[in-house]
């Protein structure tokens, strides 16, 4: 299985873009690289996922490098609100199975 | 629409204790997962359901047990509680992808085991 190396913890200034890098040199050709949130104990939040190609949506946007052994999430204005710890995971295909490890914290300041 | 409703929110049990805790999901989602989340560390798969009628073992599975009720409630179950089980359970559910899907989590239940 795949496994995930992020920095365990980042500041931002808000108004300024979170670029919150992942290592997962070992991910499988139909592995998909998912990107979760946790804001304080609440449940995860889903932000982005992504294969090969750059993804971006109404949260954040996906970099994924060509050779895929690393990606990017960028949440380009970061407020306050997006203090949280972020999950990058490389989904196991052959099952349900999502390995979250200890993500990085990001801490959005004033 | 609620999405996936968890309880109890919170419950202290003493060692050796039974218990059942609910999820639910509204969202007509054929996969449901149980978590487990110990203090500064990320969610471990405990068991998960594909689809109605079936369970698989995550990565804990040792000392819960679920049951897939129908497709919208999956119940974990710990039949004698131990301290090392205290931890915050996440439920979540997901539409089937082929790799795609996206788990949508409840907001847990806080177990304390004395």
């Known amino acids: 299985d795949a496994k995930t190396t992020q920095p365990p913890s980042m500041d931002c200034a808000e108004g300024r873009a979170a670029n919150l890098p992942c290592n997962h040199s070992t991910i499988s050709g139909n592995e998909y690289v998912y990107w979760y949130r946790q804001i304080h104990s609440q449940g995860p939040q889903y932000i982005i996922h992504?294969?090969?190609n750059n993804e971006t949506n109404e949260m954040a946007s996906l970099i994924i490098t060509e050779d895929r052994k690393s990606s990017t999430l960028i949440l380009p204005h970061a407020t306050l609100r997006d203090t949280a710890v972020y999950y990058c995971i490389v989904r196991v295909a052959r099952n349900n199975d999502m390995r979250f490890g200890a993500g990085t914290r990001l801490t959005v300041k004033p | 629409n609620a999405g996936v409703t968890q309880t109890p929110k919170f419950q202290v049990l003493k060692t050796g204790q039974s218990m059942t805790l609910q999820c639910a999901q509204d969202m007509n989602h054929n996969s449901m997962y149980w978590y487990r989340q110990d203090p500064g560390m990320g969610l471990r798969l405990i068991y998960y359901s594909a689809s109605e009628g079936t369970t698989d073992k995550g990565e804990v599975p040792n000392g819960y047990n679920v049951s897939r009720l129908n497709k919208r409630e999956f119940s974990l179950r710990l039949e004698s509680a131990a301290p090392s089980q205290t931890s915050v359970y996440f439920c979540a559910s997901s539409t089937p992808g082929g790799g795609t899907e996206t788990q949508y989590f409840g907001p847990g239940t806080r177990l304390l085991v004395l």
């Open positions: 992504g294969l090969k």
